[in-house]
């Protein structure tokens, strides 16, 4: 009866992540396929949580970042996120202290603050978008 337990486990999970997608619950199915097995060979109870756990975490610590790497990997940045990494115009200089600065990026107008707080951009310059807090745009000046 034990390897029933652990086939609807599995389907459990395996449900789970199909209506999430996350890459999380697949991992703790296989453990489940792992313990299946183990219950068909009359396994000890101890033995089948104990296999189930192992794979599970193996799995989710080991081939999680690579199948995210290839899975993930053809996803477009949206919204805020897609300008990361863009290049802007400061329009008014940049100083953090004084807590003013503005670029644009793709025709629109930010807000920005430099990535070092230390250092004053002026005007006409040229930056990269690092980060994004909150309507903030954080930059880091780039050389012509």
Same mark, same amino acid.
């Given at each position: 009866m034990e390897p029933m337990y652990w086939l609807i486990a599995m389907a459990i999970l395996l449900v789970? +992540?199909?209506?999430t997608m996350g890459l999380t619950t697949i991992w703790f199915a296989?453990?489940? @396929?792992a313990? %299946? %097995?183990a219950a068909l060979f009359h396994a000890p109870l101890i033995v089948q949580f104990a296999l189930f756990l192992t794979v599970s %975490? %193996? @799995?989710?610590?080991?081939?999680? /970042?690579i199948a995210e790497k290839y899975l993930n990997n053809s996803r477009t940045k949206t919204n805020i996120n897609s300008i990361i990494g863009e290049e802007a115009k400061v329009t008014e200089e940049i100083d953090n202290f004084n807590q003013k600065g503005a670029v644009v990026v793709r025709g629109l107008e930010w807000t920005a603050r430099s990535v070092d707080d230390? +250092?004053?951009? /002026? +005007?006409?310059?040229?930056?990269?978008v690092k980060e994004v807090n909150g309507v903030k745009l954080l930059v880091e000046k780039q050389n012509w």
């Open positions: 789970i +992540e199909i209506i296989a453990g489940a @396929l313990a %299946v %097995v %975490v %193996v @799995l989710f610590c080991f081939t999680r /970042p230390n +250092e004053i951009i /002026p +005007e006409g310059s040229k930056v990269k």
